[in-house]
């Protein structure tokens, strides 16, 4: 648990899942100081720890565990892959059985633990939105989709920071997903992060979107959908009800890389 030793250490875990890395810090006592300066100091890959984001496991009177989730940028969202970690790292410790419920920024989810594949539900998709740039899908966090033909050859950090930051998105911000539909049931993506601002080797709610724009344009009524991203493969189920895509899961490994202290 999060505690300050004399010489103010922070106790830390690290975990990926396909290749999307995250500090994990225990804070059921709720001790954590959440500054966005101290969590980008965390985050950084030269001068901290380095990651994709730090998720705080904290408690929740409305589920069995808060996620609790910070960009490298201090800011909050949704993170797919992150509470997939989260998730690992609580079963791991024994804060929860094989099945549970957790509290995120947008609302409830449901995980469950199937030997090494970490499952979490996702928030129902109810609009699919017709974009000038793209086609934005809302997954708890907001991404614009692009396909291309050729996505191992986009320059994803150049031309996704020019879209999050065109008019049209800078001021809220937005996940820029290119990718390259292979048939019905999979896909290749990389994903340019709002908040890291820099691609991600994984992005659990962009794999997410990118499933669900795949199965409105094959119009598909249930999963599965297979998508391989630079760090690993996933999988996305659904179920299709008239207009909307409900039940939706996101399956995939999620596993502890080592563990520290820092000093803060």
Known sequence: MFTFAGDMLLQFYKYQGTGNDFIIIDDRTQAFNESAELVQRLCDRRFGIGSDGVMLIRPSDRADLHLDFLNPDGTRSFCGNGSRCGIRFAHSSGMIGDTCSFEAVDGIHQAKVEDSVICISMKDVD??????????????????????????????????????????FREEGINVNFIQINDERSLDIRTYERGVEDETLSCGTGVTAAAIYLAELKQLTEGPIHVRSRGGDLEVDFKKRESDYVDIWLLGPAERVYEGSIEI
Do not use: A, F, M
């Open 127 to 168: 609009h699919i939105h017709s974009h000038s740039q793209g086609t934005v899908i809302h997954t708890g966090s907001p991404h614009l989709l692009l396909p291309t033909e050729d996505v191992e050859n986009v320059k994803v950090k150049e031309e996704g920071s020019s879209i999050r930051y065109s008019d049209d």
